[in-house]
């Protein structure tokens, strides 16, 4: 019998997906991407911080025995190296300006998270709880459930303000590595999870229509090289 060919393997970068997709890293890791459906994210493990943080933190931080502190303008860090780490708003009306707020932490992989409130935009902070190590990441974080990896998302599809698309983190013994990330064009990770298995299941969000109208949400898995 003649043997099929191989099914061609198609960015996942798409407003329509197939089952053979594969997303491609600029390290050249290649990440294979299957359509999934709602009940599949249900059953993925929920997130340890909230969608976004808020802005009136002082009940966080007091979640911290100490170790973070707000005064005025400046938010502190306390690391178990005896390092501190100060995060400073800057309140001018320039290009410069940053507003920090503490976001909560992620315990099984040493990290406190700060969002960071820019001139234009957004970004993320994370302040390694042994070394005081900085590491600046593109959007929220979510821990691997062996405490190895991060993976930052975030969604920036109509302002293009900020990256919109994926960051993969290794932690060690001083803090996160980036081991790839990957900007997309036609969708946004509004979220993401982690099974058991270590498989990401991603909630995907497409821009408006030329109507107007906001396309319903969609999930994929997204096997990573780690």
């Known amino acids: 019998m003649p043997v099929a060919p191989p099914p061609v393997l ?17 390290t050249g890791h290649v990440i294979p991407v299957q359509p999934a459906d709602l009940a599949t994210w249900e059953r993925a493990r929920p997130n340890a911080l909230p969608i976004w943080p808020d802005s009136v933190e002082a009940s966080s931080v007091a979640q911290t025995n100490g170790q973070v502190q707000r005064a005025g303008l400046n938010l502190t860090f306390k690391a178990a190296n005896g390092r501190t780490v100060v995060l400073k708003n800057d309140t001018t009306d320039t290009e410069e300006a940053v507003a920090y707020h503490y976001w909560g932490q992620l315990p099984s992989v040493h990290q406190w998270v700060v969002s960071a409130g820019l001139y234009e935009g957004q970004s993320v902070v994370l302040i390694d709880q042994r070394t005081g190590q900085r590491t600046n990441i593109w959007g929220r974080p979510v821990a691997s459930p062996d405490g190895r990896y991060i993976l930052a998302s975030n969604t920036d599809l109509v302002a293009a303000f900020d990256p919109n698309g994926l960051q993969l983190l290794q932690v060690g013994s001083t803090g996160p590595t980036l081991i790839w990330q990957r900007e997309l064009a036609n969708w946004g990770p509004a979220e993401v999870r982690w099974r058991p298995d270590g498989i990401i299941v991603v909630k995907q969000e497409f821009a408006p229509t030329e109507t107007g109208a906001e396309p319903p949400p969609r999930y994929v898995t997204l096997r990573l090289p780690m």
């Open 10 to 26: 198609t960015s996942a970068d798409v407003s329509k997906a197939t089952g053979h997709d594969t997303l491609r890293t600029t």
